[in-house]
């Protein structure tokens, strides 16, 4: 492989001969080969978007040369195009703060920048990854920035639209089974009936619910740390910096980010992505449930409950032919299960916040943006590959009402709890129904026991 040399405060280091990044990024990838997960690239496109708007405003302040801006922003905006995202080797698990992923994208920028003036890649002439494409920053508040730019983005191109389909497929569900009654269960034991639809309807609501809870985190999401630098007091940044920046990105994404109102809050902490993932995590737990209700109403299909029929989507056993499996409810379960962890991960992550900044960014990041895309397939899935295709397996719910036992609790107005109670008991010893019991004995049975159906609406 050919190097040429690349040199920083460290001293010299061999870099790539084709790679746009310089000594800072290779110091990175030879100290921090952890996991082998990098950065994410919603995180690195969110600094190119920075560094693309802080060249233009930096220009208009005239704090940088127009020639050297101009080739700072096109590079830049490449960077967001995706052009070089294989320039982004970088371990997620690095230094706390984000620096060697700054550094990434600072070099990479001031890379192209200079090949698009002198024709050669890399170096730090004319452009310099520090004083020119970093210039009025700090990786401790682009960095959090960044990090705030690619989950608000997530949340809005691809979690709400997720949710939204599974809420419509519920919803509609509901309606559709809207006459089927079968039993009840609490406690997984018989209890009163109930109809489909209504089961359903609780789905949706819960879907819903879970939209109104993203929503509400977006206004402290939209607060962007940028114009704090160091540790919050904005050394080194022109006055006007942060808010001109911050305009032109919301512009641009049509997402209404702002300064944030406290740069030593918006820097020392990271509550806003802790309560995000709080907002995540609830929304997993409902997906959670709504899963495992599926896989428990499908189950069967000859001896389990077989009052619903999911799709048929793959063989699901080696070695038991026709057995098919509730694959897409369990891959959401799954899911769900790593937004949970992903959650204890940004819990701890919060608790790093030691003074003017948070030393676990990046693990913050990663997991926020992780949990953001599970969810948003999770939804869109679970949508699409299960529920959508559901049907009602109406004599199934029709024969289980029939035959249970808290059908009794119909008759306690007029007979009171103890006799009922022993009209279920007796039931249960003889193999009758509840209705065969009370016939037995002359027990006139009242309309609402006979119109199960009608009671329920």
Sequence with gaps: MKVREEVDAMGTILVPEDAYYGAGTQRAI???PLSGIRMPLSII???????????????????????LADAIVRAAQEVLFGQWDHQFPLDVFQTGSGTSSNMNVNEVIAGRANELLTRRVGGKSPVHPNDHVNLCQSSNDAVPSAIHIAAFEGIRKRLLPGLERLH?????????????????????????????GQEFGGYARQVELG???????????????????????????????????????????????????????????????????????????????????????????RTGFAEITIPSLQPGSSIMPGKVNPVIPESVIQAAAQVFGN???????????????NVMMPLIGYNLLQSIHLLSNASAVLAEKCVDGISANREKCTSAVEKSLAMATYLVPEIGYDQASGLAKEAFRTGETVREVAERKGIELPDRFNDVTGNLK
């Design 168 to 196: 419509q497929s519920l919803a509609h569900k509901s309606e559709t089974f809207a006459d089927v009654v079968k039993i009840g269960r609490t406690h997984l034991q018989d209890a009163v009936p109930l109809t489909l």
């Design 211 to 301: 939209m109104k809870r993203i929503r509400a985190v977006e206004e402290r999401l939209a607060e962007l740390p940028l114009g704090g630098t160091a540790v919050g007091t904005g050394v080194n940044a022109h006055p006007r910096f942060a808010s001109k920046v911050i305009s032109a990105i919301a512009s641009e994404t049509g997402y209404p980010f702002v300064e944030a109102e406290n740069h030593f809050e918006a820097q020392g902490a990271r509550d806003a992505s802790v309560e995000t993932s709080g907002a995540l995590k609830t929304l997993a737990v409902s997906l959670t449930k709504i899963a495992n209700d599926i896989r428990w109403l499908s189950c069967g299909p």
């Design 343 to 357: 959650d204890v991960a940004i819990t701890m992550g919060g608790q790093a916040g030691n003074f003017e900044l």
């Design 30 to 32: 030879e100290n921090f």
């Design 45 to 67: 496109h969110g600094l190119a978007l920075i560094k693309k708007h802080a060249a233009s405003v930096n220009r208009n302040l005239h704090l940088l040369d127009e020639r």
